[in-house]
């Protein structure tokens, strides 16, 4: 499918029942797909009702009470036999959240996962989490992400196998979470995904989407496919559309393991009660670090003055394992012999990646896109 390859390699993804091959669909959230003897069929619903302003909140209401029994109670609703549950604990506002919501869950035994992201900005990573793992009770796994960065020797892209093409860029080490993960049996994972989406400072009915960056090495079918980047949109959904998009990815690691993922924060009664709170208590999530800093964490805990990320782990994998890629690539390419990637370009934008500190990490979407589509030839 044209666009959906255009939008993969420029970052402009979209919620929609298309995929990247003719013939193969995603059912989005309450959408229908109906069989029938002439083919399949997918009827996306009508587009889900949001509270479009916050509202007031009335006097002596406490709204951090609110959320911390709504994301306990949220938490224990997940599907577990036997109690033993997972979290990936980051070290964040979002997955310490969920951290506390399991502590007072009670659960029967609770392991915590995470990937340290290594330099100055890992080792308060590895404090924060520290603190949170002890005030919690868990029993910890931490993993060097640097270990196992995008495209690294043993991973799935390196030998090939068959995976999305268009899955998450750290495919390689939350396949070590995962396989941790299942190796002491854990039933359910949770995840601080979707803190952002329900933190985020807008209006509903005035939100524009960011202007792309320019990806100077498309091919002119990508770049034509790009006039109906938007079209065939699934409505409105009930979570938050990153979110949707996110768990697209993340999410099916996890079910291949034999392991449920849940997100509380994404939950639709934990979406609702954000839609409705005073913009002051989201703005830099102050009522997740209000919830953290109540429970009697430190403020560096609570709000670090550098939060982790993984942009270095993204830059090794490039550099150490991608770039043999494009190499290869220049003598040949599906994405460029389908007209979707400008060869010339792309050699120029490899011989740039030598001579510069950071390489550009849009040559990661052509380097994943491009091993994807090779592992289902």
């Not at 919830?291 to 994998?317: C, H, M, Q, T, Y």
């Amino acid at each position: 499918m044209p666009r959906v390859v255009a939008r993969t390699l420029t970052r402009q993804h979209r919620y929609t029942s298309e995929t990247l091959f003719q013939g193969v669909y995603r059912l989005t959230e309450r959408a229908a797909a109906t069989f029938t003897p002439s083919g399949l069929s997918i009827h996306y619903p009508d587009p889900a009702e949001h509270v479009l302003e916050p509202r007031t909140l009335r006097p002596g209401v406490d709204p951090l009470a609110a959320l911390d029994e709504l994301l306990t109670d949220v938490s224990r609703q997940a599907p577990t036999a036997t109690g033993c549950v997972g979290v990936e604990l980051s070290g964040g506002a979002d997955s310490g959240n969920v951290a506390l919501a399991l502590k007072a869950g009670r659960f029967p035994e609770v392991y915590s996962f995470g990937l340290l992201v290594g330099g100055s900005i890992g080792r308060k990573q590895r404090e924060r989490r520290r603190a949170l793992v002890e005030h919690c009770g868990f029993r910890d796994t931490a993993t060097p992400a640097m270990r196992h960065p995008p495209f690294c020797a043993g991973g799935v892209r390196d030998l090939c196998k068959p995976h999305d093409p268009a899955g998450a860029f750290y495919q390689e080490a939350f396949d070590v979470v995962r396989e941790q993960a299942a190796a002491r049996r854990c039933e359910v994972m949770f995840t601080g995904s979707g803190g952002d989406e329900v933190n985020a400072h807008h209006s509903r009915t005035q939100a524009e989407l960011p202007t792309p960056e320019p990806v100077p090495w498309l091919g002119g079918n990508a770049i034509r496919a790009l006039t109906d980047v938007n079209e065939h949109l699934a409505p409105i959904p009930v979570l938050p559309l990153p979110t949707l998009m996110a768990f697209g990815m993340h999410n099916p690691g996890f079910l291949r393991a034999g392991i449920w993922p849940v997100s509380p924060l994404a939950h639709p009664r934990i979406v609702r009660f954000m839609e409705q709170l005073p913009h002051e208590h989201k703005r830099g999530k102050a009522l997740f670090r209000e919830r953290i800093r109540r429970a009697g964490l430190p403020e560096w805990v609570a709000n670090p003055a550098e939060p982790e990320n993984l942009l270095a782990v993204l830059e090794k994998g490039l550099r150490s394992y991608g770039l043999s890629v494009l190499d290869d690539m220049m003598k040949e390419s599906i994405l460029v012999d389908l007209g979707y990637v400008d060869g010339r370009a792309l050699a120029q934008a490899r011989r740039n990646a030598d001579s510069v500190l950071v390489v550009p990490d849009l040559l990661c979407d052509v380097v994943a896109l491009e091993i994807g589509l090779r592992s289902l030839m």
